[in-house]
């Protein structure tokens, strides 16, 4: 069982949802916190036998929606289109009430303001604004919120304000209870399942500096391939793809990624092509290291834990400049896709096919990270200047950041399983070192037909 601590406005909503609580769990307390003249109710859910803890709404998002400027600042900064300045005619609004990766309830109204031109609609039938609102409340950190969304009259969907204390129907309150009671099991739903790793890291080839399409050499399916996306040319795809067979190994992966490697030289066997990795090889051309969890339930936590003890570090080894062009369109936080079967695809990060060493240390601190997201729950990019720092690259900002990281780390059970994999990551971060981009992949490999010269720093 997980111990909850939740967050709400002292006001007459806050009163509702205590006392629901209340009558719904048995060790409830409460208190008034204030916190820049606003009074919040800071309502604690235990139990006795709980292992971990969440906190649902923290303060510090709270006042990242108190601060308009600064609510509209972090969502345009995570690629969110919102309404601050618009002057787009609307055709519609949607107030959209999410809790976690889930939309409890859609609330349709027409530019009119009529009775009948308000109506509670599901959310497939609006997928893309379901979609937004999700993505809003994340990146905002918060876990539920009323996310209120304008469609244009041009058909464009923008994020005009988010509630995290906000006025709920008592249908969807007690929909609520049922997402925390399940909250509250979290680690006993994810126990005795051991999570599984697979991914598809992408490379791009070059010949005397310039861009060769990965296209000529790789088809579009199999263990080896191109990708089919981010091209100017629809006859050539320029990113190759590797796709390995997963494992619940992190290093048994390593080593099917090795294998595609080995299939790749096959299929382009040419000494004067040169395989690059990491962030973007060549202008216009960002490429991405996605990791593919199954075994695991994809929820805020997860991400969150992804995107602080994973993203963080690999920000940290990144070229700055090449990572910061990548993500002006891609690389966002929390960056991911929905697949088949239950698993998710993690998109955040740059390539990290650079070396062996680098790919072994990251898949390995994927898998404890993934494995321990309950107890890995620190926020370290709460707040806009983190955001900001983020999505800049900025090393400096985070440096102090990363010892905490680590330590928190240092302390989970999967620590000691892949200690010396994931060292190389902490000293390159200690010693102020960064992967190099153009590295040849067949060289760092030690793939045939190269001498073997590894470069990680």
Same mark, same amino acid.
């Given at each position: /069982?997980?111990?909850?601590?939740?967050? #709400?406005?002292?006001?007459?909503?806050?009163?509702?949802?205590?006392?629901?609580?209340?009558?719904?769990?048995?060790?409830?307390?409460?208190?008034?916190?204030?916190?820049? &003249?606003?009074?919040?109710?800071?309502?604690? %859910?235990?139990?006795? +036998?709980?292992?971990?803890?969440?906190? *649902?709404?923290?303060?510090?998002?709270?006042?990242?929606?108190?601060?308009?400027?600064?609510?509209?600042?972090?969502?345009?900064? $995570?690629?969110?289109?919102?309404?601050?300045?618009?002057?787009?005619? %609307?055709?519609?609004?949607?107030?959209?009430?999410?809790?976690?990766?889930?939309?409890?309830?859609?609330?349709?109204?027409?530019? @009119?303001?009529?009775?009948?031109?308000?109506?509670?609609?599901?959310?497939?039938?609006?997928?893309?604004? @379901?979609?937004?609102?999700?993505?809003?409340?994340? #990146?905002?950190?918060?876990?539920?919120?009323?996310?209120?969304?304008?469609?244009?009259?041009?058909?464009?969907?923008?994020?005009?304000?988010?509630?995290?204390?906000? #006025?709920?129907?008592?249908?969807?309150?007690?929909?609520?209870?049922?997402?925390?009671?399940?909250?509250?099991?979290?680690?006993?739903?994810?126990?005795?399942?051991?999570?599984?790793?697979?991914?598809?890291?992408?490379? /791009?080839?070059?010949?005397?500096?310039?861009?060769?399409?990965?296209?000529?050499?790789?088809?579009? #399916?199999?263990?080896?391939?191109?990708?089919?996306i981010r091209t100017r040319d629809r006859q050539q795809h320029p990113i190759g793809e590797l796709r390995p067979r997963p494992s619940v190994s992190p290093l048994k992966l390593t080593e099917n990624l090795k294998a595609t490697l080995h299939r790749a030289l096959k299929? @382009?066997?040419?000494?004067?092509?040169?395989? %690059?990795?990491?962030?973007?090889?060549?202008?216009?051309?960002?490429?991405?290291?996605? *990791?593919?969890?199954?075994?695991?339930?994809?929820?805020?936590?997860?991400?969150?834990?992804? +995107? &602080?003890?994973?993203?963080?570090?690999?920000?940290?080894?990144?070229?700055?400049?090449?990572?910061?062009?990548?993500?002006?369109? !891609?690389?966002?936080?929390?960056?991911?896709?929905?697949?088949?079967?239950?698993?998710?695809?993690?998109?955040?990060?740059?390539?990290?096919?650079?070396?062996?060493?680098?790919?072994?240390?990251?898949?390995?601190?994927?898998?404890?990270?993934?494995?321990?997201?309950?107890?890995?729950?620190?926020?370290?990019?709460?707040?806009?200047?983190?955001?900001?720092?983020?999505?800049?690259?900025?090393?400096?900002?985070?440096?102090?950041?990363? $010892?905490? =990281?680590?330590?928190?780390?240092?302390?989970?059970?999967?620590?000691?399983? !892949?200690?010396?994999?994931?060292?190389?990551?902490?000293?390159?971060?200690? $010693?102020? @070192?960064?992967?190099?981009?153009? +590295?040849? =992949?067949?060289?760092?490999?030690?793939?045939?037909?190269?001498?073997? $010269?590894?470069?990680?720093?």
């Amino acid at each position: /069982m997980i111990d909850l601590q939740m967050f #709400h406005k002292s006001n007459q909503d806050g009163d509702k949802l205590l006392n629901l609580i209340s009558k719904n769990f048995e060790q409830v307390n409460s208190e008034v916190t204030p916190i820049d &003249n606003v009074s919040f109710l800071n309502i604690t %859910i235990k139990n006795n +036998d709980s292992k971990f803890s969440r906190v *649902i709404n923290p303060l510090q998002s709270q006042l990242n929606c108190i601060n308009k400027e600064t609510m509209f600042k972090i969502l345009s900064r $995570n690629h969110i289109p919102c309404r601050k300045n618009s002057r787009e005619l %609307i055709s519609r609004y949607y107030e959209i009430l999410v809790f976690d990766l889930a939309v409890i309830s859609v609330k349709q109204r027409h530019k @009119a303001r009529t009775a009948k031109n308000i109506s509670y609609i599901r959310p497939s039938q609006c997928e893309k604004a @379901a979609e937004l609102s999700k993505k809003a409340v994340y #990146h905002l950190g918060l876990d539920w919120a009323m996310v209120k969304i304008a469609l244009t009259v041009g058909k464009k969907y923008l994020v005009v304000d988010v509630e995290p204390s906000p #006025h709920v129907k008592s249908i969807d309150l007690q929909k609520l209870m049922v997402k925390i009671s399940k909250l509250q099991q979290e680690d006993e739903l994810t126990a005795g399942r051991e999570v599984k790793l697979g991914a598809d890291p992408e490379f /791009m080839l070059s010949k005397s500096r310039r861009m060769i399409p990965a296209s000529i050499y790789f088809p579009r #399916h199999g263990r080896v391939g191109c990708d089919n996306i981010r091209t100017r040319d629809r006859q050539q795809h320029p990113i190759g793809e590797l796709r390995p067979r997963p494992s619940v190994s992190p290093l048994k992966l390593t080593e099917n990624l090795k294998a595609t490697l080995h299939r790749a030289l096959k299929l @382009a066997p040419s000494r004067k092509l040169k395989w %690059i990795a990491g962030s973007s090889p060549f202008k216009g051309y960002p490429i991405g290291g996605h *990791i593919h969890f199954s075994n695991i339930k994809l929820n805020f936590a997860v991400l969150r834990s992804l +995107d &602080n003890f994973l993203a963080i570090p690999i920000l940290m080894l990144e070229n700055s400049r090449t990572a910061a062009l990548r993500r002006k369109k !891609y690389g966002a936080l929390a960056d991911y896709r929905v697949k088949k079967y239950g698993r998710f695809e993690y998109r955040t990060l740059s390539s990290w096919l650079v070396s062996p060493e680098i790919t072994r240390a990251v898949l390995c601190l994927a898998k404890i990270i993934v494995s321990h997201y309950l107890e890995l729950n620190q926020n370290y990019l709460n707040t806009l200047e983190a955001q900001k720092a983020f999505y800049k690259g900025d090393k400096e900002y985070f440096k102090p950041v990363f $010892n905490d =990281l680590w330590s928190m780390l240092v302390q989970t059970n999967m620590y000691s399983l !892949y200690k010396d994999e994931i060292q190389v990551i902490q000293d390159m971060i200690n $010693n102020g @070192a960064s992967w190099h981009e153009q +590295d040849n =992949l067949r060289r760092t490999w030690e793939l045939p037909g190269h001498s073997k $010269n590894k470069s990680t720093s």
